[in-house]
């Protein structure tokens, strides 16, 4: 196809094959793209013929992509992901004016403990901006970057789609958390007779904590698991419960005086990395780059407060 061919093709029905390649559903596609089922059934029809490729066939719940469609999307995801460069690179951002909609990740303790003071200064700098909050975690991160949902995912996470950019934010050091009144700090073998709450989204009663105490042939007794940390303080109040958190949602648990963090009581081998991750197709989108830059400014340590031009 040479370029005057080029002008009989409908960007839109790009962005909902590459949509259905995400979801593997209509229904879904329509949702994502604020579009009725049989727009989005009228456009398959259009890419069917515009392809000479049935491109999806259903199984079940879920339509699987053919042969020719995976190979289609593997040219087109790039292309499109250029086309957006293209663009945004020709638009100007205005913080004091803007109305744009930023898709965001954040994990649980980020939310919680950090969040708060970066939307303080983004509503002084952009009141007209509106911030989407997803809860992520490193295994939901990937697939919301890869398809779309969010732009900007803040966790800890090592997996990341093609393209995908990181900037580590933090190297934070675990804390421990209580709620007694005893003197001194906790030492190693209390730690693991006591009883602890912890917060895990996915159910998980190991973490990197239980790894760390299994290599020097300990273990922890867990009786309680909630799924995020709002409301942690409240739950160990007043009780033997002991917690363990980073050390930026362990002081702010802490700032009402009514639990107290300290140090570990042994050394953890690595500290707790935290990343932001962003999607290369808006790596130089002006209005991205913006708050890329506020939450480097306003989330990441000193350590890693380099400049980041917006």
């Known amino acids: 196809m040479n370029r005057n061919e080029l002008r009989r093709v409908d960007l839109n029905l790009l962005i909902v094959f590459e949509t259905l390649m995400h979801e593997r559903s209509v229904t879904r596609a329509a949702e994502k ?18 392809f000479d490729d049935p491109l999806f066939v259903r199984t079940g719940r879920t339509m699987e992509p053919t042969a020719r ?9 790039p292309a499109l992901d250029s086309i957006s460069t293209a ?21 649980d303790e980020v939310e919680f403990a950090l969040l708060p003071g970066l939307l303080r200064h983004i509503r002084q700098e952009a009141p007209g901006v509106v911030l989407v909050v997803r809860r992520v975690n490193y295994l939901m991160l990937p697939a919301l970057l890869a398809s779309g949902e969010i732009s900007i995912g803040i966790t800890n996470t090592d997996e990341l789609p093609a ?86 949602a362990a002081d702010v648990l802490a700032a009402g005086g009514r639990l107290r963090a300290e140090p570990m009581p042994f050394a953890m ?40 031009s917006a």
Not at 33 to 47: N, T, V
Not at 69 to 77: C, N, R, V, Y
Request: aromatic share 8%.
């Open 33 to 50: 793209l604020f579009l009725g089922q049989p727009a989005i059934s009228a456009s398959l029809a259009r890419l069917r013929t515009l």
């Open 69 to 77: 469609a995976q190979e289609i999307f593997e040219l087109l995801s």
């Open 87 to 107: 663009i945004s690179r020709a638009s100007d951002f205005d913080p004091s004016t803007s109305t744009a909609v930023f898709r965001v990740g954040l994990s």
């Open 163 to 248: 393209n995908a950019k990181r900037k580590t934010l933090r190297l934070s050091r675990l804390k421990l958390l209580r709620a007694d009144d005893a003197p001194g700090p906790l030492d190693l073998e209390e730690f693991c007779t006591r009883p602890h709450a912890m917060v895990s989204v996915t159910g998980n009663l190991n973490t990197f904590v239980d790894a760390e105490l299994a290599r020097i042939g300990l273990r922890r007794r867990v009786v309680l698991a909630i799924p995020q940390f709002n409301g942690l303080g409240t739950l160990i109040e007043g009780t033997d419960l002991l917690a363990v958190a980073p050390d930026y």
């Open 269 to 308: 081998t690595t500290p707790f990395e935290l990343c932001m991750s962003w999607r290369g197709a808006q790596d130089n989108d002006p209005a991205e780059r913006w708050l890329r830059s506020r939450m480097q400014r306003f989330i990441a340590d000193a350590e890693h407060q380099a400049p980041f």
